[in-house]
Every structure is written in structure tokens, then in C-alpha cells.
């Protein structure tokens, strides 16, 4: 089974672009959630999707941030534009559907680099 | 306002040692805790405690949870250099699906 995918692995873009991170989550995973770490801080939650609807966005930082899951499959989290302080390390993680399931599948993480 | 608070920040020991990793935690409805591994990527998920006083055990590793004390710790035993990571702990509250996460404990095992 494959796990959870995330694309690109590392991105390096100038302050006031635009750039958009996709996540593949597992086959039959409803449940979709993106996090991010800054450095040196905790891995921190951004939303939740169960299946395309979003459940939970109370951590996305501002409305430069923009995520969508059409139709329940993958993913896209869209940073327009960027700021300095929106470098870091992007986590998306999925877990199965239903109330009971607690636990989350990681992907690598996109690393994004804003200059 | 939620928090977990993981210590130590960083350890380093050598192969055989026993290590044990601590979580506090201060989050209003608890629901469960979890642990999780962070060689270089993806973290893999460990343990996910929910009831007290009841260890979890894979192999080395064992985890057990104190609701009353508000803390989880990791224990391994006789480290190897495979064990070397970032030890992550998050919890989760009643009515909701997001991870609250701690820092992490990076563990360097020296052969």
C-alpha cells in the first residue's frame, strides 16, 4: 500500500510569490490534514478535510493560505504570496474514515524556503 | 490554552543504554495521546494511548499513560543506533481530529 505522498519534497521561492504544495493522501483515507513546523518551534495543525469538505480550518494562519481537496482525493495547499515567515516544513498526514480513527499517516513533508 | 511539553529536548546516550522520553500535557477533554518516530521524513506512528495505567509494548519500546498526573513516558531499552530519531508525542481532544504536538525529543544513540 502506498502511503501518503507530497510534492514537491523542497521548494525555494522569493518573498510575494505564489506556490502550491499537493498531497496524495492513502487510497480510502477520508480524513486529510495538512501541518506545519517553523523552525525550532512544534509541528503545528493547519486543517482538516474529510473528504472534500473542510472540517476543521482554525489553523491556517491568514488568507494568504489557501487549501482545497476537490473531489477527496489529493490535495492542494496554496501560499499567495508568500512572506518570509511562512518557511518551514509542511506535513500532510491522512487517516482512515469514521470517528474512531485517531491515528494519522505522515508524508515527508514539503520543505518550503521563502527568500 | 492547549499545550504538551516533551523533555528532554535532546538526548545523547550509547547503544544499550535505556532511555526514557517524557510528555506533559495541559489540553482541556483529553481523548488520547499518541507517539510517534521522526528518522528523516515521515513520522511513523509508535503508540496511541487513551486509558491509564495500561502499558503499550512493541518489541523495546514500551509507552504507559498517568491521566491523573497529566503525563505519557517512552521507554527503550537497550538502545541501538536505529533508534536514533526525533521522538514525537501529540495529543488529542474529544471533538476534534488535530494533533496537538510537543517539540520532540531528538535521540542520538552513539555505537
Known amino acids: 500500500e502506498a502511503g501518503v505522498t507530497q510534492f514537491p519534497s523542497h521548494s525555494v521561492i522569493e518573498k510575494g510569490q505564489t506556490v502550491t504544495l499537493r498531497c496524495d493522501p492513502i487510497?480510502?483515507?477520508?480524513?486529510l490534514y495538512w501541518y506545519r513546523r517553523v523552525m525550532g518551534k512544534e509541528i503545528k495543525f493547519l486543517l482538516h478535510?474529510?473528504?472534500?469538505?473542510?472540517?476543521?480550518e482554525s489553523g491556517m494562519p491568514n488568507n494568504r493560505f489557501l487549501a482545497e481537496r476537490t473531489g477527496g482525493t489529493y490535495s492542494t495547499l496554496k501560499v499567495q504570496p508568500a512572506e518570509l515567515e511562512d518557511s518551514g516544513v509542511y506535513f500532510c498526514?491522512?487517516?482512515?474514515?469514521?470517528?474512531?480513527?485517531?491515528?494519522?499517516?505522515f508524508g515527508p513533508g514539503t520543505r518550503l524556503t521563502v527568500t | 490554552e492547549d499545550k504538551v511539553v516533551q523533555s528532554p529536548l535532546s538526548l545523547v546516550v550509547h547503544e544499550g543504554d535505556t532511555v526514557t522520553l517524557n510528555c506533559s500535557y495541559e489540553?482541556?477533554?483529553?481523548?488520547?495521546l499518541l507517539w510517534y518516530k521522526q528518522e528523516k521524513k515521515a513520522p511513523t506512528f509508535l503508540f496511541m494511548l487513551?486509558?491509564?495505567?495500561i502499558e503499550k509494548k512493541s518489541g523495546r519500546l514500551s509507552s504507559i499513560l498517568d491521566k491523573k498526573e497529566l503525563f505519557s513516558i517512552l521507554n527503550i531499552t537497550a538502545t541501538q543506533t536505529g533508534d536514533s530519531a526525533v521522538y514525537l508525542c501529540?495529543?488529542?481532544?474529544?471533538?476534534?481530529?488535530?494533533?496537538?504536538f510537543g517539540t520532540g525529543t531528538r535521540l542520538k544513540v552513539l555505537a
Open positions: 478535510f474529510v473528504k472534500e469538505s473542510k472540517q476543521d
Open positions: 498526514a491522512s487517516s482512515q474514515p469514521g470517528l474512531a480513527s485517531y491515528e494519522q499517516y
Open positions: 487513551t486509558s491509564s495505567g
Open positions: 487510497s480510502g483515507h477520508d480524513n
Open positions: 489540553v482541556t477533554n483529553f481523548r488520547s
Open positions: 501529540a495529543v488529542v481532544t474529544s471533538g476534534t481530529y488535530k494533533y496537538i
